[in-house]
């Protein structure tokens, strides 16, 4: 099995290169080639700005009637990236480089035109040494004039770097530590001598203050206010030692609820019980109410249901808390 790619092929002994037909293309055929921006430009059309090593597919040409030293000059159209405006250019070959033709202007020429200048005056001069010795000496005199100046300045920038370097930077370093050591020095004893002035103050203000007190001593002392008589607590529940004022409300709060104070009133809270006939005889006789009438019996005395139907006469005491009493005893009855 032959190969792929190979690079001698097989020319048959009858083969005649001669018999094989040409293609007629023009000689300003256009070929479509990838290539990269050589220079920085702008768009002359909406001026976007298209830099070097921007890729494009540009149409490739030969110049026609422009050859330089028998090289051929060839010819390259793109398009703007944001307009597509139709942008050339050229090959340069006598100076290795690249020419704008139109759609664009280039960027950073006038670095360029100034090394072209600076080599051509370089050239003119080297050949009117050649013809002209006057010219030379002219030429050599102001060159040492020129490297004079030069020296000069050098030297100049020397003594400058001379005098920096003799700055002691550690000294100057040191004397600002001294003098911010100073000032925080300055500072404390300000801040001791303000404390010592505050204390002192104080100190005068104390022993004013002292001596008023012990002038206040020396006058006589006003009467203490009146005590009050009265030794217990429960003594201010007694109407007598009470203002008027004071004496009317209690008065009206025993009338409501009854008089706290005193132990015959709260003695009756407490009402032993009594058998019947003792009560019955304490009781005694008494006469019948209105309207009812006694039916008695064949002795004289009275029946039980008359007995029974007299009313039972308590002692009445004077605060509504023994009523209270005397009723619960009735009802334990």
Known sequence: MSERKVLNKYYPPDFDPAKIPKLKLPKDRQYVVRLMAPFNMRCKTCGEYIYKGKKFNARKETVQNELYMGLPIFRFYIKCTRCLAEITFKTDPENTDYSMEH???RNFQAEKLIEQEETKIQKD???????????????????????????????????????????????????????????????????????????????????????????????????????????RPTDILTTDKLPEAQKAKVECWEKSVGKLGGGGSLAS??????????????????????????????????SAHSVAAKPVSLA???????????????ESE
């Open 103 to 105: 759609g664009a202007t």
């Open 125 to 231: 001069r080297e050949e009117e040494e050649l013809n002209n010795p006057m010219k030379v000496l002219e030429n050599r005199t102001r060159d040492s004039k020129l490297e004079m100046e030069v020296l000069e300045n050098l030297q100049e920038l020397k003594e400058l770097n001379q005098r920096q370097a003799q700055v002691d930077f550690e000294g100057m370093i040191g004397q600002y530590r001294e003098l911010e050591q100073k000032e925080k020095e300055r500072e404390k004893e300000e801040d001791e001598r303000e404390t010592q002035e505050m204390l002192d103050r104080a100190l005068m203000k104390r022993l004013r203050d002292s001596d008023s007190d012990s002038d206040q001593e020396e006058k006589p002392s006003e009467a203490p206010p009146p005590r009050s008589s009265t030794d």
């Open 269 to 302: 809270l407490v009402v032993r019980k009594k058998p019947a006939a003792a009560t019955a005889s304490n009781l005694g006789p008494a006469a019948p109410p209105a309207g009812c009438i006694s039916n008695p019996d064949s002795k004289g005395t009275p």
């Open 316 to 330: 009445v005491h004077s605060s509504s808390l023994s009523l209270l009493g005397a009723y619960s005893d009735s």
